[in-house]
């Protein structure tokens, strides 16, 4: 079974940059498809990027694509979100999630995850 770890979340002024971590376990030598979303308190949730491992192809969703960055570390087991220009509405918290089964055009931000990381918070502050 899949197990997702998230790091790196905290707090930063408005216009600073993070960059959460999801460290991936339980499926060596497959591929997977791994997705970030985000939930503020009150609000639902919603998809910020997903990328599938095996070609590295990356979808981020249309008003984030200028800041949001999916990447991935292949030797780490790792996939990474880089955050960049943060305002206030980006707080929240930040999940990440995984499947084994969705292959390429099954992985995007819309699709039903079955593995999910515990969040890391991101606070932005003006």
């Known amino acids: 079974q899949v197990q997702l770890v998230e790091s790196g979340g905290g707090s930063v002024q408005a216009g600073g940059s993070l960059r959460l971590s999801c460290a991936a376990s339980g499926y060596t030598g497959r591929s997977l498809c791994v997705g970030w979303f985000r939930q503020a308190p009150g609000e639902e949730r919603e998809g910020v990027a997903a990328?599938?491992?095996?070609?590295?192809?990356?979808y981020t969703v249309g008003d984030l694509k200028g800041r949001f960055t999916i990447s991935q570390d292949n030797a780490k087991n790792t996939v990474y979100l880089q955050m960049n220009s943060l305002q206030s509405d980006d707080s929240a918290m930040y999940y990440c999630?995984?499947?084994?089964?969705?292959?390429?055009?099954?992985?995007?931000?819309?699709?039903?995850?079955?593995?999910w990381g515990q969040g890391t918070q991101v606070t932005v502050s003006s």
């Open positions: 990328i599938y491992t095996e070609s590295g192809t990356t």
């Open positions: 999630a995984a499947d084994l089964d969705l292959g390429l055009l099954g992985c995007g931000t819309r699709a039903d995850f079955r593995y």
